[in-house]
């Protein structure tokens, strides 16, 4: 079993802004694969669905974004997964809007998501989805932008994104990750 972890925030109100792009994303691919309903467990919503042959539990924490971990290591103790089976998908300043990057491991950059899931993992060796939503170019307007909505303007990346995502998604569950980025550019570049 995969543990799909999209990183974001609960509130209603919250629910456009960019920190959000992680529930975003897990929203997409759950509707396109087909998973069962969003049910509350392990502190967050989960969500079951097969991805290209490969079980996943899809977890958006209900926690807020700097306790994200509490959630995520609930799940992953209650099923014994190892980190390396754990992917969070999240925001990330550092890329350019609708661009995708997957890495294993690494630090978490003031992201508070990733900072607990290190803290409660004691690892920070699972996978991250990395999806751009750009730098406001001043260090004193990120917290602003980041919990700021997307923009209508966005709209025209940001669903292409997500639905290339969605559907280059049974790459990244067969563990090609390298497939996974090349196709999500693709399809995002031709539906864009």
């Known amino acids: 079993m995969l543990l799909w972890v999209g990183l974001g925030n609960p509130e209603p109100g919250m629910a456009r802004n960019r920190h959000n792009i992680g529930f975003l994303a897990l ?3 759950a509707l396109r694969h087909g998973f069962g309903p969003w049910r509350p467990r392990f502190k967050g919503l989960v969500a079951e669905g097969m991805v290209g042959g490969h079980k996943v539990l899809a977890l958006k924490p209900q926690t807020y974004m700097n306790a994200s971990g509490e959630s995520v ?3 992953a103790g209650f099923f014994k997964l190892p980190v390396e089976a754990i992917t969070a998908f999240h925001d990330e300043l550092d890329l350019m ?4 990057r997957v890495k294993r491991g690494g630090g978490a950059a003031g992201h508070n998501g990733l900072r607990s899931m290190d803290r409660m993992l004691g690892a920070p060796d699972y ?3 990395r999806l751009g939503i750009g730098h ?3 260090k004193e307007r990120v917290l602003g932008h980041v919990l700021g909505d997307f ?3 966005d709209r025209d990346w940001l669903l292409p994104l ?3 995502v969605a559907d280059a ?3 990244l569950a067969a563990g090609k990750p390298e497939d996974f980025m090349t196709k999500v550019a693709l399809l995002a570049r031709a539906e864009g």
């Open 169 to 171: 998604a049974p790459l």
């Open 162 to 164: 997500l639905d290339a």
């Open 136 to 138: 406001p170019g001043d």
């Open 73 to 75: 290591q609930a799940a």
């Open 97 to 100: 809007p609708g661009k995708v």
């Open 127 to 129: 996978w991250r989805v």
């Open 27 to 29: 929203d997409t691919i």
């Open 151 to 153: 923009a209508k303007a």
